[in-house]
């Protein structure tokens, strides 16, 4: 399978879930979609593998994002994603997090080059499915062209093909992971020179993106946007992104159709255990902007409140 990372929705904690990547594959399905970040502590002592189901009949192309930072538990766990059918794995090393930098790993390893490129290099051992890499442009008070640049010289080998880049620093200590997505300013020329200095590597931007328009500014400069908060908050702006990024026809479908599927699988969700409280979460913003809107999220939240989703149903629809 030829992958594109041209489109990107961000692997998201609390947000990209299974649920969230069933609704966005019924608005687009040429988006490169990813999970939740899951540690390998998780998925070797935690017993999480429930949490790398994916939906394989209409999820591709999905990867799963991994964190972690010894090179032997990051083996393991690949060859466990490849083995259900993942086209691709990355490797966080971008989360700013407390809790991340804990476990040693996520935006500080950009801090032990050599210690990342083991951590690769083990993940290819595993599998033969593309191993990638999300980073920061840099760390603390290290966001210049020079840091980015010589990071990625010292983990690349023949087998790495595709960098994403969040074009912020990451900002160890002092703010939370929502200020480090807000605070320090974005340099997405660093990005572009990254692309200049690498122009066999595929480079792929994330940060601050808002729509497609912004998305295709930055195709004329790297490979591929990757964008996070903005769909998830609004996921009709993604609408239009197979035709607008990737020349093919889009589905096409509506709001109300949308809704009514996604409905119709919550409810089928809801009798396999998973509560309306996970998958509803999704949707608040299916129809942002809309006169109905305020009613619509009110009565969302209402549904999970009583767990009515069939009493519901019609009326959700109806603010459509």
Do not use: W
């Amino acid at each position: 399978m030829s992958l594109s990372h041209k489109f990107c929705i961000a692997p998201m904690m609390q947000c990209t879930d299974i649920h969230d990547r069933f609704l966005f594959r019924l608005i687009t399905k040429k988006a490169f979609l990813y999970t939740e970040m899951v540690t390998t502590g998780a998925i070797i002592h935690g017993g999480c593998l429930e949490q790398l189901n994916f939906n394989k009949d209409i999820e591709h192309p999905v990867g799963v994002q991994l964190g972690g930072s010894d090179p032997e538990e990051l083996r393991e766990c690949s060859k466990i994603c490849s083995s259900l059918g993942y086209d691709e794995i990355n490797l966080n090393v971008g989360c700013p997090s407390e809790r991340v930098q804990k476990g040693s790993f996520g935006a500080c390893l950009m801090q032990d080059p050599i210690l990342v490129k083991d951590c690769i290099e083990a993940m290819q051992d595993a599998t033969s499915i593309p191993i990638t890499v999300k980073c920061r442009i840099g760390v603390n008070d290290r966001d210049d062209v020079n840091f980015l640049n010589d990071f990625i010289s010292r983990i690349i080998n023949p087998n790495l093909k595709t960098i994403i880049v969040h074009a912020r620093v990451a900002i160890l200590k002092g703010l939370t992971p929502r200020q480090n997505r807000q605070i320090p300013p974005l340099k997405y020329q660093n990005v572009y020179q990254l692309k200049k200095e690498f122009p066999q590597l595929e480079i792929v931007i994330n940060g601050g993106i808002k729509d497609v328009d912004e998305s295709m500014q930055h195709l004329k400069k790297v490979d591929g946007v990757m964008l996070g908060r903005s769909p998830y908050d609004n996921p009709m702006i993604v609408s239009n992104v197979d035709s607008a990024i990737f020349g093919e026809q889009d589905l096409g479908t509506d709001r109300k159709t949308i809704l009514k599927k996604y409905l119709e699988y919550c409810l089928l969700q809801t009798n396999l255990g998973h509560p309306l409280s996970r998958t509803l979460k999704h949707i608040f913003g299916l129809n942002r902007g809309l006169k109905n809107a305020k009613a619509y999220r009110t009565l969302i939240l209402e549904t999970m409140q009583k767990n009515n989703l069939e009493a519901t149903q019609e009326d959700l629809l109806s603010l459509v």
